[in-house]
């Protein structure tokens, strides 16, 4: 059975709207996007890449899909890029239709908690959500999130969108270290 592990940029006040660009995500008139870029570190990428050594799919929502799927194929050839292309993308939407643009994509059907439940119990691999706010949230509400890669980064916009929101989960801090940037990486496993 795989596991579900959100990878996720968060400020001291819990944002995560918009961290890799300006025009990035700029629902309810968010003006802060980009607030990411300047503190990235290679121990970041590190961390991240420790989750994508072994057998993964991407989990993402429809706005991260579309941003990722419109993004990444078009960098040239780089370690990153061609995880991602490789990987097979599960995606939760309403309102995309297949067939979807990247390859190795797939659409989940239905409700995407009881989508994610059942690839969790059918697959061996993990599902790492990155961004997509929404499904995260979702999947919390859920119990669905087993592990979390939370990058913390030192800085308080006040406005945004929030990763934590309505949810009462517990999870266990297994690691943590700090970057020469001052952004905290901090892994944590669910509770029960």
């Known amino acids: 059975m795989g596991k579900v592990i959100a990878i996720e940029h968060l400020t001291l006040d819990g944002v995560m709207q918009g961290p890799g ?18 503190r990235q570190d290679p121990k970041m990428q590190q ?3 420790r989750y994508m ?7 993402a ?9 419109d993004f990444w194929p078009k960098q040239g050839p780089n370690p990153f890029t061609d995880a991602l292309t490789r990987a097979t993308k599960y995606v939760a ?15 989940l059907k239905g409700d995407a908690a009881t989508a994610v439940a059942r690839l969790k119990e059918e697959r061996a691999e993990n599902l790492i959500v990155m961004g997509s706010g929404v499904l995260a949230r979702s999947l919390l509400r859920n119990r669905l ?7 913390i980064h030192p800085l ?3 406005t945004g969108r929030r990763l934590f929101t309505d949810s009462d989960s517990a999870f266990e801090l297994t690691d943590c270290t700090t970057t020469d940037t001052g952004v905290i990486i901090g892994a944590y496993t669910a509770n029960g």
């Not at 297949?98 to 659409?107: G, K, Q, T, Y």
């Not at 999130?145 to 990058?151: A, Q, S, Y």
Request: no cysteine; net charge negative; aromatic share 12%.
């Open 21 to 38: 660009g300006a025009d990035e995500d700029t629902r309810d008139g968010f003006r802060h996007g980009g607030w990411a870029t300047s």
């Open 47 to 49: 961390a991240m890449g």
């Open 53 to 59: 050594a072994g057998p993964w799919s991407l989990l």
């Open 61 to 69: 929502g429809r706005t991260t899909y579309v941003q990722f799927a």
């Open 93 to 107: 939407s309403t309102t995309l239709a297949e067939p979807l643009p990247w390859e190795n994509s797939v659409l």
């Open 145 to 151: 999130v087993d592990e979390f890669l939370l990058l």
């Open 156 to 158: 308080v916009l006040g």
